[in-house]
């Protein structure tokens, strides 16, 4: 696939009270594969927020290096061009919805960016269909679900075209089926179309779906690996303040009280037929 994104000893500093300084993050490495799916979690104040807003220079780093293929995002000269290849999806799709119209919210970006007139069509048309909202592109963005809402913000930012998504916690706000929603998007545009992608959630379920989940604590990274490698971790997870699949959770119970389950079990399914071959 290749690399991506490169960060080399990356910190983050910002003065507290009394003008304390605090690491946000501290000392991170890490590298992001073209194609890849990627889930950070972590508590409230782990910095995996910190970390995704350094991924296209909405902050900079105090110390180490932030690369996006091969630019680093302290060159001012590079901003421009990091920023198209990296798009910023937040918690309140109605922070980044700007028009009245759906279609006319998607054309917002190609439009600033000087895209001709009619390639602005071709985009709007392309985005919305990736996202499953073209039934939609006359509708008004403040009459659609949270759900929906998200799914607009993200066809806003597909349609400038680039390489690589940045959510931050995208589904925060929303109810369970606008989840779903917002989660299967993503899926499809990374699966479907080889978009690359970094997930910020609390949700566990939802980090399930990622190719690797990274889990952050006081602003460094604690661990990184597969999904079933990180989740099987239940003790270690806890112990971090963080949830586990309740699959896992299950599992893991199971197991103490002297059942015998295979071992990295994190999805429902998996735990059923796991359950269904005890008897």
Known sequence: MG????????????????????????????????????????????????????????????????LVEGMNTKNEDDIWNIRQKVGMVFQ????????????????????????????IVERV??????????????????????????????????????????????????????????????THLNREFGITVVYITHFMEEAVQADRVVVMAQGKVVMSGSPKEIFSRVELLKDLGLEVPVAADMAYRLNE???????QIITNEELAVALCQLS
């Open 3 to 66: 690399e991506f994104i490169k960060i080399e000893h990356l910190c983050h500093n910002y003065t507290g009270q009394n003008d304390q300084v605090v690491k946000a993050l501290d000392d991170i490495d890490m590298s992001i594969q073209r194609g890849e799916f990627v889930a950070v979690i972590g508590t409230n104040g782990s910095g995996k927020s910190t970390l995704a807003k350094h991924l296209n220079a909405l902050l900079l780093p105090s110390d180490g290096d932030c």
């Open 92 to 119: 309140n799709p109605d922070n980044q919805i700007v028009a009245a119209i759906v279609e006319e919210d998607v054309a917002f970006g190609p439009e600033n960016l000087g895209i001709p007139s009619s390639e």
């Open 125 to 186: 048309d392309y985005a919305l269909k990736a996202v499953g909202m073209q039934d939609y592109r006359q509708h008004a963005p403040h009459l659609l679900s949270g759900g929906q809402k998200q799914r607009v913000a993200i066809a806003g930012i597909i349609a400038m075209r680039p390489q690589c998504l940045v959510l931050d916690e995208p589904t925060a706000m929303l109810d369970p089926q606008g989840r779903q929603e917002v989660l299967s998007t993503v």
């Open 257 to 263: 009280k002297g059942i015998k389950l295979p071992d």
